[in-house]
């Protein structure tokens, strides 16, 4: 495995201006780690930025089969990193190793997908209005529309996963998969990791012969503000905490030239048992929810943090189910202590707010988190409580109870975006409660149905977005291949000599696209 080198990646070289006083800790043990970091200058932040710029023009017009060349390469050195890698990725996070091997396998299928989206092609969006020069009373002129990529991507990359989520996770595809160079800021919970991975990118970018500046990292504290704020930088991608997101948002809108945020961000993804489910799976449906709030400490944006029901004795014959399944989950370290602080303070919250009852969970004490179940008043979600509406993000759950149908709409309007909202129920729970659609609809970026929404697939159809708080623009995505879309811009070439168009709109339909043409689709040639 290569070493940890430390120091930041700027336009295909290593920099290391300012001081290595960063350490990387054991996330079990709090022990700095024997790597030092770099703390980026503010000058090496500009050259990250100015070398990311310097490389869009020639990295955009490559030839998608040459991106797609690239993406592969990528997947391939990520695969390469053997289990000398994978046990460094365990110590800073505390994850199992079989955790970060299957990761490592989604990190490098999603650069792989995007891959194929690459030689597909319908990325593009190719529109061809062929000019009419006897309309009347107007003639219309010859117009073609493709899209391209933005420019230089910032990426702020998820403590939560390592790798999916990070140096080389699906922002970074994305915008390698739409044109975009990136300028990375290295989480700062897993260094090494970034730093490893981040050579993995740089190897494949030197195979394959992308320019110097595609890939660029810089690591520290406090340099995030200086990147969106770089005149350089024309999208970010991010993936963090509301209060991050948010202040990357104005930072961002307050620029002489405002940038869009992408930011998956605060999410306590409802799960609502309907009545029939509880009568004949309850205790089933105990255990399992129990596994989805508990599993990797709670630990994931699409974390199911509120739990829903109508009052029935089939709801409290469940309530008890549920506290012993919860009672039952052993204490689970979490990726490093500031999330630790922070979930250990949400618990708090939650143990002192009037009209919330502690229903299971030991106290919440030392260096692990522990499995907490409360019960909280409806009325406190219909009187705007902020507080039933914060992720806590650990292994924790908010059960509450309503009277009636009425009032569980009532509690699902009362709630702001969501990443996802689950269904609980049987087939005749399904089709009576049916009128939730709707309202779900406007809420969440995905809806799910006997399902637990802890696992997201890297497809075409996966939305992992949501209205706000849960992402920061909810027409996008952050995971599946719907994520290039962000950082893409259309285009439009009129009576533009065919000859000198690019190849998706040419005559001649060269890449074999499907089109719009003239209102229709067609993958032909145009004569």
């Not at 507080?387 to 509450?400: D, K, N, S």
């Amino acid at each position: 495995m290569p070493d940890v080198l430390g120091q930041n990646f700027v336009a295909g070289s290593r920099s290391g201006k300012g001081e290595p006083k960063l350490k990387s800790l054991d996330a079990s043990t709090g022990e700095a780690l024997p790597y030092s970091f770099y703390q980026a200058t503010k000058e090496e932040v500009d050259a990250a930025a100015r070398a990311a710029e310097a490389a869009f023009p020639e990295f955009r017009q490559l030839s998608t089969a040459r991106r797609a060349e690239f993406l592969d390469a990528i997947a391939d050195e990520l695969d390469a990193l053997g289990d000398d890698f994978v046990a460094i990725v365990c110590r800073e996070t505390a994850l199992p190793a079989a955790r970060i091997q299957g990761e490592r396998g989604r990190t490098s299928g999603q650069m792989r997908l995007f891959a194929t989206i690459l030689r597909r092609g319908d990325f593009l969006g190719a529109r061809i209005d062929l000019a009419l020069p006897d309309r009347k009373p107007l003639p219309r002129v010859d117009l073609r529309q493709y899209r391209i990529g933005v420019g230089p991507v910032g990426v702020f990359g998820a403590s939560n996963f390592p790798l999916a989520f990070s140096t080389a996770g699906g922002d970074t595809a994305s915008a390698f998969a739409a044109g975009c160079p990136v300028v990375v800021k290295a989480h700062s919970g897993h260094m090494a990791t970034a730093d490893l991975v981040g050579g993995a990118i740089e190897r494949a970018a030197t195979r394959t012969g992308m320019p110097k500046g595609v890939f660029n990292m810089i690591f520290g504290s406090g340099v995030g503000e200086d990147l969106v704020k770089h005149p350089a930088i024309k999208a970010v991608g991010f993936t963090g905490s509301l209060g991050g997101g948010t202040a990357l948002c104005k930072l961002a809108a307050e620029r002489p030239e405002p940038i869009p945020v992408f930011a998956e961000m605060s999410s306590i993804n409802p799960v609502i048992l309907l009545p029939e489910a509880l009568k004949v799976r309850g205790e089933a449906v105990a255990k399992e929810l129990a596994g989805s709030v508990c599993m990797g400490a709670g630990q994931f944006c699409t974390n199911p943090g509120l739990v829903i029901g109508v009052r029935s004795a089939a709801l409290d014959a469940f309530v008890e189910q549920f506290k012993a399944a919860i009672a039952a989950q052993g204490p689970q370290t979490m990726l490093n202590a500031g999330g630790l602080r922070s979930y250990t303070k949400g618990v708090q919250h939650l143990n002192d707010h009037n009209g919330v009852a502690h229903l299971a969970g030991q106290a919440q004490e030392g260096n692990q988190a522990h499995a907490q179940l409360f019960k909280a008043d409806v009325s406190l979600l219909l009187n705007g409580d902020p507080l039933l509406q914060e992720e806590v993000f650990g292994p924790t759950t908010v059960l509450i109870e309503v009277e009636d149908d009425a009032q569980l709409k009532q509690a699902l309007l009362a709630l702001r975006g969501q990443l996802t909202a689950t269904l609980i129920g049987e087939q005749a729970d399904l089709k009576a409660y049916n009128w939730l659609a709707p309202v779900l609809e406007h809420k969440v970026g995905r809806i799910l149905v006997n399902g637990y929404p802890t696992g997201v697939e890297v497809s075409d159809a996966m939305v992992h977005g949501g209205p706000f708080p849960a992402t920061s623009d909810a027409r996008g995505t952050s995971v599946g291949t719907l994520a290039i879309d962000r950082y893409l811009r259309p285009i439009c070439f009129q009576n533009y000599p065919d000859a000198l168009l690019p190849e998706a709109l040419q005559n001649a339909n060269p890449l074999g696209l499907r089109r719009l043409v003239n209102g229709e689709w067609s993958s032909d040639a145009i004569a």
